[in-house]
């Protein structure tokens, strides 16, 4: 149930940013559509964040450190961008126009995210 709530959230926030940031859209050919692309991008965005962002954080720990945690925005940027070329491969009707989209589409991301989580906190979310 905790996943599904997840993957509902991260839909829900990618929905959001597409509203709020210029370069990032989903163009399905009904609300339905719409619906089934979210949940896809958020399904392929959490699993592209879940396998490589830990790799990411290991591998560039002395950039995070250099940055003082900066160098997240860029490989958020970076992931929210290979989130888009898979959606492209899928077929799937969404896109990021260029790494301004992608960097302030994570940033929207991670806060409405962050927004909802506050509001309905996942069941495995034990406070």
Request: net charge positive; with cysteine.
């Amino acid at each position: 149930m905790g996943f599904l709530i997840r993957l509902a959230t991260t839909a829900v926030a990618l929905w959001v940013t597409t509203l709020i940031v210029p370069g990032v859209e989903v163009t399905g050919r009904s609300g339905y559509d719409t619906a089934f692309t979210l949940l896809i991008v958020a399904l392929i965005f959490g699993v592209i964040n879940a396998v490589l962002k830990p790799l990411i954080k290991v591998v560039g720990c002395v950039f995070y450190l250099v940055t003082l945690g900066l160098f997240a925005l860029v490989v958020n940027a970076l992931l929210f961008l290979l989130t888009d070329w898979v959606a492209g491969v899928l077929k799937l009707p969404f896109h990021v126009n260029g790494f301004w989209a992608a960097f302030w589409g994570a940033i929207v991301m991670a806060v409405v995210t962050w927004l909802i989580s506050v509001i309905v906190p996942d069941s495995t979310d034990r406070r």
